[in-house]
């Protein structure tokens, strides 16, 4: 059984398109979080909910929205897509905090961009 | 502003030796550090942490060092095996719930 798992795997779209990606997770967590890596392979955090709470707001674009329906989903949409929105995106997640319990991965979702 | 870093973007190392992972960071209020594998195509795998009030932690094959007058730690595996071929990330958290991340070390491990 997958422990945290993202859909889709794969997304291709073009510029100005809007997009969502999902991501659940079965290891009873409340904790949740969105990683961005980008070309350079960096791992940077985006966002985070606790108990579908927003703990963590990076300084991130607002066409990036983060929505928690439960402490087991944390899904990210995202508005008029742009080149440098092309990356893979994490999904993570972690039992209290995350300092301390490590965090679990999804296998990613690449997107890109056209 | 990377404040972890991973100097070495890759290491070769034949099967059977050892291979050491460095990692230096600048945050003085870095209280917990990680690492982290990853294989092509998956997320990356938690792999072995230590807490800043320890020098230095073990897993069977993996033993973390830290050195916190130096803010830097380092990654040991022995022996290496061809399974260990990986990206290595080290992570890094001041005792919440962000954690800043390095850029990775690609090991390959030579039969």
Not at chain 1, 81 to 86: A, F, H, K, Q, W
Not at chain 2, 34 to 54: M, Q, V
Not at chain 2, 96 to 105: E, I
Request: with cysteine; glycine share 6%.
């Amino acid at each position: 059984d997958t422990a945290v798992s993202q859909t889709p795997k794969y997304l291709v779209t073009q510029m100005g398109n809007d997009k969502s990606i999902k991501c659940e997770q079965n290891l009873g967590h409340d904790t949740m979080y969105w990683y961005k890596q980008d070309s350079k392979k960096f791992l940077k955090i985006m966002f985070s909910y606790n108990n579908k709470e927003l703990i963590i707001n990076e300084t991130v674009p607002n066409r990036f929205s983060p929505k928690s329906p439960d402490k087991a989903h944390l899904n990210l949409h995202i508005n008029s897509l742009e080149l440098g929105d092309s990356a893979v995106y994490f999904c993570a997640s972690s039992q209290g905090s995350g300092g301390f319990q490590p965090q679990h991965f999804g296998d990613g979702t690449r997107l890109s961009i056209l | 502003d990377q404040q972890v870093k991973q100097n070495s973007p890759s290491l070769s190392v034949q099967e059977g030796r050892i291979s050491i992972l460095n990692c230096d960071y600048t945050n003085s209020m870095f209280d917990y550090f990680l690492w982290y594998k990853k294989y092509p195509a998956e997320g990356p795998t938690f792999l072995i942490s230590i807490s800043s009030i320890k020098d230095k932690n073990e897993d069977g094959r993996f033993t973390v060092f830290l050195n916190k007058s130096a803010k830097h730690l380092s990654l040991h595996i022995v022996p290496s095996q061809p399974g260990d071929s990986a990206v290595y990330f080290c992570a890094a958290s001041e005792g919440d719930y962000k954690l800043s991340f390095g850029a990775g070390t690609t090991v390959t491990v030579r039969a």
